[in-house]
Structure formats: structure tokens, C-alpha cells
């Protein structure tokens, strides 16, 4: 619909001219007729009946209390309810839609729609459900005004062609916060459009904010047909677009973004981070990229593994075979969400291209890569997540949150699409609200601040770009990593494992990396070993390279000792990576240095048949470790990266320790506490799905996830190369 403007006009957005005969976008590929499918047209009548009824948005439920749903239905179900519910043809139900917009226009004195809107494909359907929502909001047309904006520019370098953004405003229902005019800009995801904002706009607006609510792409709006999606960064470049607009011609005194799901990630996030560091050139409008934003179910990519799709997939033959978008996954434990959004993507025919998570994967991990490196938008980011999310990983969530320094709000329940959710909806209003009136209540949840257990950085963001490039075969390591020699210092009990560190080294000597296994017996005490560790060291030095020292398990406390008992030779190293070890000791060593039977069968084994020495078992007791690190503390002025991973898939052979160990220690590899497993002062990166011999055992001996082994210990390679490259000296 396109209503006149409201009388102040202060918060509506300029109008396109006029095309005078030009040709509008391309057919809607599921239209039936000038309306639309008929499955939209039941659709529209499901509106009316609701309107005619309680007017809670919920279809069928006329005669119960509002909010309550039927069953929920499926995306094809509902469809096919819809199209064949109201009779064989769908002309007796296109001429009652036809006279309620004639006596909508008669009621309000305008018509509905414009003219140039009921020229579009769907415009009269889309004034239906304009006018209900209308009605049902008590709300004139004069307080919501539709328009499209012309976006233009370039993105990375690379010119993308210009088209229509459809932004609908909401103006404010109270007067405006102290300070003057405020907006907030709605950023929909995949199964929410602009259609769907009608319960947040009404929040905000009792708040006094004027809501501006946008449409990307694949809405279907605009000049593309349904199911089109150029290049990924169009979406990005779009809402860059909208701010702009919002701040050259509306002027509020602040300006605030929520953005959900993809619309939050690719789009909005992409939108600050580019507009702040480069790679954002609009034409018309410039952006000032200090916006405010809040991200609420974010999508980051499906895992950690952002690997480039292959040339070609899900390019152009992608974007010609769409499909319909069936959004009851993306709300998990939530019918009444599931729903709100079946009949979104109903009334709307959402449409996709296949494939899409392909074509988007790549800008993802480009964008991945900016914050990874440092970048930051220009205003504070805050982000809200389901804690239980099954489209978006939450771990990669938190590092994301991590390296933005961004507070993270973790919801219960598993909605996706948090602002059809009753309960999830409010907090991300909230955030907005805050943001926009400094000093007003607090905002609950309480924002969830990870920890690092002792680290300096969280590098895992880092660490999930480094390895996916590696899988991807690119080159991660940095140009002088050929001038370091390579020491590794095997675990416990490591020298009867069968393929022990094969992968690694297989992948080391492929990158021509000048390696070598350190000859410590690995039934020996630390004491003893650090001495071995320290003699190997020097040998491997004497030509005036340094080395990099690579420790698994108990292996990263005994090249750790070595470096402190031996303080001077921690000018011959370049950096250390330790592969979960336990720093800070192992709760299963204390069940063997609490009890004598244990100790004493260990003693036999260790002692007896393997002619170790049991202080190599017992030294790796919480006790006997913080005792030894008190004495011993690790040398912070040496650049090290730590592993430290925990247990999430019950396939491991060390998923029962982990359960027993992970009530009273906290996540665990089966073996070592992430905890205990960080090394004071050094960077860490957090993995899930991988068990304590995931890095250095083939499977299925290791879980690693999906993960190769010569990957991950690249990707860390990689990291502490970064770090001793930015060291400073001591």
C-alpha cells in the first residue's frame, strides 16, 4: 500500500518518481492471476475472516480466545488448505477483496492501493494485507507509509546493479524521548519480511521511535522476480542504503539497527563493518556507519567449517530453480512462532533460490575473516541468541561475540527467529530502547561474558577462517614459516598409540615445514622430560633459527617446564602450541593419587612393566600441577597459542569420563578440563566435538569433529606465527 504521507513528514523516506510507462519487474512465477496464486488469495481471505473475528493474526481460531493457535501445519499443508478452502475458483474470492479495499479506500479517502502500486505484480494483494494489518492495529494509513528507494553502489570493488528496496515506515504512537526524533531500522531474515513487523513497530512506536521496516531480495519485491538473489553482498549494500537514506533525509537524533538471523550477519553486520573500514561505495547518500545494532539470532555460516563452495554451485542455475521456504525449522519449540511464520511465507509465496547457504557461505566467511582480523563497527554491537538454536551455531555465535567485544544475551528455548517469539521478541526491543534512551532500566537477560580461564585472547573466530582455508587448500602459514625448525612433544602413555601425530606430520612435511619429534619417554615425570625437551631444543637451535615447540597433552607441560626452569632459552623459540594440556592437572589423576589400590596397580603398570616412573601419572594430579606451576609459573613472554575442547557428541569413547567429570569440573575432552587446559597469558581457541585425542589420533581412535587433524594443528601453526609476528618484546 501506499498511503500519503504523514502530516509532518519529518520521518518518511523520499519517493521514488514516477516510471511513467515503464515495465514492472518480471511475473510472479507462482501467479495465478493479477492477484496472485490462489493459494495467497485464500490467504488474504484467512486475513479478513481473522479481522471479522478476534484479530490476534492467528488463522482458524475465530471462534476461541485470541492467541491461541490450531495445530500448527506444515509450509505445503497450509498452502494447499489455503488454495483449495474457499471453492474451485478464486474469482468470488478476488471480488470480496476487491470491495474491501474499495470500502477501506471509502472509509479512509484515498485509494487502495495507489495506482502505480496496483500495477505490480501482488500490489492489490499486498494492500489486503496492508489495510488488515491496518485495522487490526487501529492505526490510519497516514501513520505508515511505503516507499522505494533506488540502491546503487559498489561492494569489495565490484559494481552490483542498482534496484528497488521496499522500506516501509511506522510513525511513532507517544511523543519522541528526550534528545529529539528517534529510529530504529528493522532488518528481516529469510522467513520474516516487512510484512511481519507490524507487532514489533507497534512496541517500539508506544516507546516514541519511529520503525522503518525494509525488504531485501528475495521478498519479492522491487524489480526482481521472486527467488532472486544477486551477489550475497546486494544485501549488505541494501541496508547500507536504507541507513543512509534514513540519515540524510529523516535526520533522527539516534538511529538504531536490529537485524535478524541472515539480515542480521550478512546484511546489517556486513553493512557497519564495510562502512567503517572500507568496501562500501553508494551512490547517493553517504553512510555514517556509527549505528548502533542488535543481532538477534545471527547467522554466521552453518558451523565452523566455512569452506569456499567450488566455482559454479548455486550460481545462476541456483537462482532460476527456487523453492519454497518452509520456516518450521527455524522455529524449534515454539508452535505459535511456526505459525505466525507458516503464514508469513503463505501470504508472501516465499520463494529461494537452492542451495542458498552455498551462495552465502562465501561473503560469510569473508566476513568472518574482517572481524577476525580486528575490525569493529564504528557503534556498539550487541547480539541475542536462542541457547538452543538449531540453524545458527551457537559457539561460533560466541566467538563472533568474543572477538567483537560485543555483549551476548543467550535466550532459552530454540527460536531461530526470536522476533516472532512471545518472550524472545522483547529483549532485542529492549536492547534498542536502551540504546536509544541511555539510562533507563536494565535489560534482562544479563549479558553473557565467556571466559577465558586465564587467556588473553579468545582466537577461536580465528582459528575457524585459518582452518577453513587450509581445508580449502590455500596457503594459511605466513611467508617465514620455512625459517623455523619444528619441535613436537609427544602425551602421555603417547609411544604405544598406533598412527600418533601421522596426520600432523604428513601435513607438515607436505608444506616442506623442517619438523622434528622430540625423544622423551613418555612414561617419564615432567622433571624428566623437561630435561630432554631442553637439550632437543638446543641442538635444534645451535644454527641460530628459533623454533616453534608443538606440545599435546602432558607433552605442553613438559616443554612448559623446560622453558622455565631453562629461562634462556626462551629467546630460541618463536612460539609454542600446546593441544590440550592439562596446565592445571586432570581430575582422573587424582582418583589414582587418592586411592592406594590405584596408585599401586599404576605404580606396577608404569614402573613395572613399562620402566616409566609413576610420578609421570601422579605429577598430572590438580595438586601435584598447582604446586608445580606455583614454582614454576609459565614464561608470559613467550608468544603461545592453547587448545582446549570439550565433548558435545556422545560417539566418543571418552564421552563416559566426560560425563562423570563434567558435573564437578565443567566441559570437558574426556580427559582434561577446558578449564585446566588454558596457559596463563596466551591466546586459546575453543573447540567443541573434539576429544582428547581428536588432534593427533586417525579415526576413529580421535574425535575431531569435522575437522581434519593436519588442518587444525595449520590453523594453530598459523595463529602463533600471528602472535609472535605481533609480540611485543620483553
Not at 552455498?358 to 574482517?370: F, M, S, T
Not at 536462542?386 to 561475540?401: H, K, W
Not at 616443554?559 to 623459540?573: K, N, S, T, Y
Request: aromatic share 4%; hydrophobic share 45%; charged share 20%.
Amino acid at each position: 500500500m501506499s498511503g500519503a504521507a504523514p502530516g509532518d513528514g519529518g520521518h518518511v523516506l523520499p519517493r521514488l518518481p514516477a516510471r511513467s510507462g515503464a515495465a514492472g519487474p518480471a511475473a510472479d512465477p507462482v501467479g495465478a492471476s493479477d492477484w496472485g496464486s490462489r493459494a495467497q488469495v485464500g490467504a488474504a481471505m484467512r486475513e479478513l475472516d481473522d479481522l471479522l473475528g478476534n484479530r490476534d493474526g492467528l488463522w482458524r481460531n475465530e471462534a476461541a480466545p485470541a492467541g491461541q493457535p490450531v495445530a500448527p501445519r506444515g509450509l505445503t499443508r497450509e498452502r494447499l488448505g489455503q488454495a483449495w478452502s474457499t471453492g474451485l475458483a478464486t474469482t468470488d474470492d478476488e471480488a470480496a477483496l476487491a470491495s474491501f479495499l474499495a470500502e477501506c479506500s471509502a472509509h479512509w479517502g484515498r485509494p487502495l492501493p495507489a495506482p502505480a502500486e496496483a500495477e505490480r505484480p501482488g500490489g492489490r494483494l499486498a494492500a489486503v494485507h496492508t489495510a488488515v494489518g491496518l485495522l487490526r492495529a487501529g492505526r490510519d494509513p497516514a501513520s505508515v507509509h511505503d516507499t522505494r528507494l533506488r540502491a546503487a553502489g559498489a561492494v569489495d570493488g565490484t559494481a552490483l546493479p542498482p534496484h528497488e528496496v521496499f522500506v516501509r515506515t511506522f510513525a511513532p504512537t507517544a511523543p519522541p524521548p528526550a534528545g529529539g526524533p528517534t529510529a530504529v531500522l528493522l532488518v528481516p531474515g529469510h522467513a520474516t519480511s516487512v510484512a511481519g513487523a507490524w507487532r514489533r513497530a507497534a512496541a517500539l512506536n508506544a516507546q516514541g521511535h519511529t520503525v522503518y521496516a525494509m525488504d531485501h531480495a528475495w521478498a519479492g519485491r522491487g524489480d526482481q522476480p521472486r527467488g532472486h538473489l544477486g551477489p550475497p553482498a546486494t544485501l549488505a549494500r541494501d541496508v547500507a542504503a536504507v541507513l543512509a537514506a534514513i540519515q540524510n533525509h529523516c535526520r533522527p537524533a539516534r538511529l538504531v539497527a536490529i537485524g535478524s538471523s541472515v539480515g542480521a550477519g550478512v546484511a546489517l553486520l556486513g553493512a557497519l563493518l564495510r562502512g567503517a573500514h572500507g568496501g562500501l561505495a553508494l551512490e547517493g547518500p553517504a553512510l555514517d556507519p556509527a549505528v548502533p545494532a542488535v543481532l538477534e539470532g545471527a547467522w554466521f555460516g552453518a558451523g565452523w567449517c566455512l569452506v569456499e563452495p567450488a566455482p559454479g554451485a548455486g550460481t545462476a542455475g541456483g537462482a532460476g530453480r527456487s523453492r519454497l521456504l518452509d520456516p518450521g525449522p527455524l522455529c524449534a519449540g515454539d508452535p505459535l512462532a511456526a505459525v505466525r511464520a507458516t503464514q508469513r511465507a503463505v501470504c508472501e509465496g516465499s520463494r529461494v533460490p537452492q542451495r542458498l547457504e552455498e551462495r552465502l557461505e562465501g561473503p560469510v566467511a569473508a566476513l568472518l575473516d574482517r572481524i577476525a582480523q580486528g575490525q569493529r563497527p564504528a557503534a556498539p554491537v550487541q547480539l541475542v541468541h536462542a541457547a538452543a538454536d538449531p540453524f545458527a551455531d551457537p559457539e561460533l555465535v560466541r566467538a563472533v561475540a568474543c572477538a567483537l567485544e560485543a555483549p551476548l544475551r543467550l535466550v532459552p528455548g530454540a527460536l531461530h527467529l526470536l522476533a516472532l517469539g512471545e518472550a524472545t521478541a522483547p529483549v532485542a526491543e529492549a536492547l534498542a530502547h536502551a540504546a536509544l534512551v541511555p539510562g533507563g532500566p536494565a535489560v534482562d537477560p544479563a549479558p553473557v561474558r565467556p571466559a577465558r580461564h586465564g587467556a588473553a585472547r579468545d582466537r577461536s573466530l580465528r582459528f575457524a577462517v585459518l582452518a577453513a582455508r587450509a581445508a580449502a587448500g590455500e596457503t594459511v602459514l605466513p611467508e617465514d614459516a620455512q625459517d623455523y625448525v619444528y619441535l613436537s612433544v609427544p602425551g602421555l602413555f603417547t609411544e604405544r598409540y598406533p598412527g600418533y601425530m601421522r596426520e600432523k606430520f604428513a601435513r607438515m612435511a607436505a608444506l616442506g615445514l623442517d619438523h622434528a619429534l622430540v625423544p622423551v619417554d613418555t612414561d617419564a615425570a615432567v622433571e624428566t622430560n623437561a630435561a630432554v625437551v631442553a637439550e632437543s631444543l638446543r641442538a635444534a637451535t645451535a644454527d641460530g633459527r628459533q623454533a616453534v615447540l608443538l606440545g599435546h597433552s602432558k607433552g605442553g607441560n613438559d616443554l612448559a617446564a623446560a622453558l622455565a626452569r631453562w629461562p634462556a632459552l626462551q629467546d630460541r623459540v618463536r612460539a609454542v602450541v600446546t593441544l590440550q594440556a592439562p596446565w592445571l592437572g586432570t581430575p582422573i589423576c587424582d582418583l589414582i593419587d587418592d586411592s592406594s589400590v590405584l596408585r599401586w596397580l599404576g605404580t606396577r603398570l608404569v614402573e613395572g612393566a613399562w620402566n616409566g616412573e609413576v610420578a609421570a601419572l601422579t605429577g598430572m594430579s590438580t595438586a601435584a600441577r598447582a604446586r608445580f606451576v606455583a614454582a614454576h609459573p609459565w614464561p608470559r613472554s613467550v608468544p603461545a597459542v592453547c587448545l582446549a575442547t570439550a565433548l558435545r557428541s556422545p560417539s566418543t569413547a571418552l564421552a563416559l569420563p566426560d560425563a562423570l567429570l563434567r558435573s564437578r569440573h565443567g566441559p570437558t575432552d574426556g580427559l582434561v578440563p577446558v578449564a585446566h587446559a588454558v596457559l596463563p597469558g596466551s591466546d586459546v581457541v575453543f573447540l567443541h566435538d573434539v576429544d582428547h585425542g581428536g588432534p593427533v589420533l586417525p579415526r576413529p581412535l580421535g574425535a575431531c569433529g569435522h575437522l581434519d587433524p593436519g588442518d587444525l594443528v595449520v590453523a594453530l601453526l598459523a595463529l602463533a606465527l600471528e602472535r609472535a609476528a605481533t609480540a611485543t618484546p620483553a
